[in-house]
């Protein structure tokens, strides 16, 4: 049976000369990284490690980091993953 890849692991089908950086884990979400406070991750930008969303829309369709909120807003950050 497989198992479900760990956002954190290293994605196989990462470009060459894609870097590996290091994403700083706050305590409250530690939980999701079996406590670790730093993992690595394969990506040449931001967009390739994290996808942000406002009320489950994609930044990247709205205005990127310039999307304006309002009162009540939800913004999640989720680990992006490579599938194959």
């Not at 470009?15 to 670790?36: K, Q």
Request: net charge negative; proline share 7%.
């Amino acid at each position: 049976m497989l198992r479900r890849r760990q956002w954190f692991e290293p994605i196989a089908a990462a470009r060459m000369n894609d870097m590996s950086i290091r994403v700083r884990i706050p305590s409250p979400l530690r939980g999701y990284t079996n406590g670790a406070d730093v993992v690595e991750s394969p990506g040449a930008n931001v967009g390739e490690v994290l996808n942000v969303y406002l009320n489950d829309e994609d930044i990247r369709f709205l205005k990127n980091l310039d999307t304006p909120v309002k009162d009540g807003d939800e913004i999640s950050i989720v680990p992006a993953i490579a599938g194959g």
